[in-house]
């Protein structure tokens, strides 16, 4: 049964803002501090994007080959779930004589570490399928998405295992069916976003789009907290908005987006976490965190072969293509140190 409330999906209004790096590197993160739990991430990207980076990027064709598109399995499992319950009396009946339909989170799981020496060996993978979208998925019943989440929940719930859960999602508008799976599926949501303007103003009709699927019961998750990321340290001292400094400029952006957010939150009423919070401060506070823009001597090679900040040693790292990478220790110790800043926040949800 999953820790209650630990199920947590990033999201976004568009491509590009770092969900999969986040998700990634926190999951992994939270699996390297805790080798006695289980994680789990599900991969509900059209094209697999956190299940290139788990099995150690696009250049492991034999592991894409073996292990990519799990996903789809347990969505057709969960679909023959509700097909059998939707039988009603006829399959009660029948039960004696046929096998009950179940997810088997057991085959549907890929340990990553079989395939990926840096993942962390506690964390598990159910893979998308890295190819081609299928464009009659764009036209799945809202409810039946809701479904298929209240089944795949249930089969966690019913393991005999402890998982911590992270979802990874494309970064669209309509939203996509398999990005309503995960907002069916989480409790909480996790928004990456650059202090940007243009992109602040998409966030808002997303926040239209999820306070009716969440006023309609369409899904579970509330919106838990906005990270300001890909965000340029101009100090490590920490500031009024959060735990590092940075330029002014990019602070007087922050600073006046938290106010417009905060306002959103009060509109969406329930649909955030941090709602009721008295004052834009206290909901700053609260209800957003800062992320760095991790330095490409440690980003890049982590994007291409899998690598975790955690798990990252200093030294040389030569990617598949032949490109070196000379990264330093503190370099990686200040990825792990906002990473681990973001991991406490999410824990803090479960004090």
Same mark, same amino acid.
Request: hydrophobic content about 40%; proline content about 6%; aromatic content about 8%.
């Given at each position: 049964?999953?820790?209650?409330?630990?199920?947590?999906?990033?999201a976004?209004?568009?491509?590009?803002?770092?969900?999969?790096?986040?998700?990634?590197?926190?999951a992994?993160?939270?699996? @390297?501090?805790?080798?006695?739990? @289980?994680?789990?991430?599900?991969?509900?990207?059209?094209?697999?994007?956190?299940?290139?980076?788990?099995?150690?990027?696009?250049?492991?064709?034999?592991?894409?080959?073996?292990?990519?598109?799990?996903?789809f399995?347990?969505?057709?499992?969960?679909?023959?779930?509700?097909?059998?319950?939707?039988?009603?009396?006829?399959?009660?009946?029948?039960?004696?004589?046929?096998?009950?339909?179940?997810i088997?989170?057991?085959?549907?799981?890929?340990?990553?570490?079989e395939?990926?020496?840096?993942?962390?060996?506690?964390?598990?993978?159910?893979?998308?399928?890295?190819?081609?979208? /299928?464009?009659?998925?764009?036209?799945? /019943?809202?409810?039946?998405?809701?479904?298929?989440a209240?089944?795949?929940?249930?089969?966690?719930?019913?393991?005999?295992?402890?998982?911590?859960?992270?979802?990874?999602?494309?970064?669209?508008?309509r939203?996509?069916?398999?990005?309503?799976?995960?907002?069916?599926?989480?409790?909480?949501?996790?928004?990456?976003?650059?202090?940007?303007?243009?992109?602040?103003?998409?966030?808002?009709?997303?926040?239209?789009?999820?306070?009716?699927?969440?006023?309609?019961?369409e899904?579970?998750?509330?919106?838990?907290?906005?990270?300001?990321?890909?965000?340029?340290?101009?100090?490590?001292?920490?500031?009024?908005?959060?735990?590092?400094?940075?330029?002014?400029?990019?602070?007087?952006?922050?600073?006046?987006?938290?106010?417009?957010?905060?306002? $959103?939150?009060?509109?969406?009423?329930?649909?955030?976490?941090?709602?009721?919070?008295?004052?834009?401060?206290?909901?700053? $506070?609260?209800?957003?965190?800062?992320?760095?823009?991790?330095?490409?001597?440690?980003?890049?090679?982590?994007?291409?072969?899998?690598?975790?900040?955690?798990?990252?040693?200093?030294?040389?790292?030569?990617?598949?293509?032949?490109?070196?990478?000379?990264?330093?220790?503190?370099?990686?110790?200040?990825?792990?140190?906002?990473?681990?800043?973001?991991?406490?926040?999410?824990?803090?949800?479960?004090?």
């Amino acid at each position: 049964m999953p820790v209650p409330g630990s199920i947590y999906v990033f999201a976004s209004q568009k491509g590009g803002t770092g969900k999969t790096k986040l998700c990634y590197h926190t999951a992994c993160q939270y699996a @390297h501090s805790r080798p006695d739990e @289980h994680v789990m991430l599900l991969d509900m990207t059209e094209l697999g994007d956190l299940t290139k980076r788990c099995l150690g990027g696009v250049s492991n064709e034999e592991a894409l080959a073996s292990n990519a598109g799990k996903m789809f399995e347990v969505i057709e499992a969960a679909e023959k779930v509700e097909e059998q319950h939707q039988r009603g009396m006829f399959m009660r009946m029948a039960s004696v004589f046929r096998r009950k339909v179940e997810i088997d989170l057991e085959s549907a799981a890929v340990h990553p570490s079989e395939w990926n020496a840096a993942a962390p060996e506690n964390l598990y993978l159910m893979s998308s399928g890295a190819s081609s979208y /299928d464009e009659e998925e764009e036209y799945r /019943d809202p409810e039946e998405m809701r479904t298929i989440a209240q089944h795949i929940r249930q089969a966690l719930e019913q393991d005999p295992r402890t998982w911590k859960v992270f979802i990874d999602t494309d970064g669209d508008r309509r939203p996509a069916p398999f990005t309503r799976l995960g907002y069916a599926l989480a409790d909480y949501c996790i928004i990456p976003i650059a202090p940007d303007e243009s992109d602040f103003a998409r966030l808002l009709p997303m926040f239209k789009t999820l306070q009716g699927m969440y006023e309609r019961e369409e899904m579970r998750c509330r919106v838990q907290f906005i990270c300001w990321n890909k965000l340029q340290l101009y100090r490590k001292a920490p500031s009024d908005l959060g735990s590092f400094t940075t330029p002014k400029v990019t602070g007087d952006m922050i600073a006046s987006l938290n106010k417009k957010l905060f306002e $959103q939150a009060r509109q969406c009423g329930k649909l955030f976490v941090h709602c009721d919070a008295p004052d834009a401060v206290a909901f700053q $506070q609260a209800a957003t965190v800062l992320v760095r823009d991790f330095p490409d001597t440690c980003s890049l090679p982590s994007n291409a072969m899998g690598i975790p900040f955690c798990r990252m040693s200093p030294g040389a790292i030569v990617l598949p293509s032949g490109v070196e990478f000379k990264v330093q220790r503190e370099q990686i110790e200040s990825c792990v140190e906002n990473i681990t800043e973001l991991l406490g926040r999410l824990d803090a949800m479960e004090a």
